[in-house]
């Protein structure tokens, strides 16, 4: 089953009378086993795609499916849960609770799932090499580490899609492999799971299954 389906997908912004027409006619399909990376400068409609993806944000025109069922034009709280059955998201902040550590965060969706999976979590955590940064708050971490974090908080309850904005922006070459690694080995596992990664690294694309180019709003090639 295809697990992310864009159809023609539109979404504009309006601020006074200024428009911004962030994405122009997206369509893409994403399968299991696939590790999709996102390319794009700055303002290229990455963060948008991914917020309309994963039903953060509702398209202004065309449609999102998400493993078979659609999920744009639906009202925000049924969004939710459909993005809570399937979806993991790390966006470029706000992934963490400030008052819970590293642990608790990873923790926090398996629990409000009813599945917390500590092991899964300690593994991941280990993986993406925070495993000495358990019990850190999130004012304690760096921005490599924050994101490491943030992107374990989205994977440990284990969701079909992965969705994630720049996962390693501010590690050196060793961890952004790492992360890679762990990416891949979660769209490699059993039970049909795939991820679309945003980022800026040349690098981290060529781990990709695939990579997809953003061009203001539009796909580079389209
Ligand atoms: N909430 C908003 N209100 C108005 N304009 C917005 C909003 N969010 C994004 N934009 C604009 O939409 C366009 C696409 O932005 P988006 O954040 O999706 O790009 P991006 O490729 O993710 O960039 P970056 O790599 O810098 O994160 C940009 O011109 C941006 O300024």
Same mark, same amino acid.
């Given at each position: 089953?295809?697990?992310?389906? =864009?159809? +023609? ?12 027409? =962030?994405?122009? #006619? ?11 990376? @996102?390319?794009?400068?700055? #303002?290229?409609?990455?963060?948008? @795609? ?7 944000? +509702?398209? /202004? ?18 969004? !939710?849960?459909?993005? #809570? ?5 790390? @966006? %470029?902040?706000? &992934?963490?609770?400030?008052?819970? &550590?590293?642990?608790? &965060? ?29 019990? !850190? ?9 924050? !994101? ?9 309850? &284990?969701?079909?899609?992965? @969705? ?7 590690? +050196? ?15 490699? %596992?059993? #039970? ?12 981290? !694309? ?6 997809? *180019?953003?061009? /203001?709003? *539009?796909?580079?090639?389209?």
């Amino acid at each position: 089953m295809t697990l992310i389906s =864009a159809t +023609d997908v539109y979404r504009f912004y309006h601020v006074g009378d200024d428009e911004t027409r =962030a994405l122009r #006619g997206v369509s893409l399909s994403v399968e299991p086993g696939e590790l999709v990376v @996102l390319l794009g400068s700055s #303002g290229s409609g990455k963060s948008t @795609l991914l917020a309309c993806l994963s039903g953060l944000d +509702d398209p /202004d025109g065309g449609q999102v499916d998400i493993a078979g069922t659609r999920l744009s034009r639906r009202p925000e709280g049924q969004r !939710a849960r459909l993005r #809570g059955e399937h979806i993991g998201i790390m @966006l %470029q902040s706000g &992934n963490l609770l400030p008052h819970l &550590n590293v642990l608790e &965060n990873a923790l926090l969706t398996g629990k409000l799932l009813g599945r917390p999976d500590a092991a899964r979590a300690r593994q991941l955590l280990l993986d993406v090499g925070l495993e000495h940064r358990l019990h !850190a708050y999130p004012s304690q971490l760096s921005g490599g580490e924050t !994101a490491r974090a943030g992107l374990v908080a989205a994977l440990t309850h &284990n969701p079909r899609i992965l @969705l994630a904005d720049e996962p390693t922006a501010e590690v +050196d070459s060793e961890t952004e492999d790492k992360v890679a690694s762990v990416i891949e080995a979660f769209v490699k %596992q059993p #039970g049909g799971h795939c991820a679309l990664i945003a980022t800026h690294s040349g690098r981290f !694309a060529g781990r990709a299954s695939r990579v997809l *180019r953003l061009r /203001d709003g *539009r796909w580079q090639d389209a």
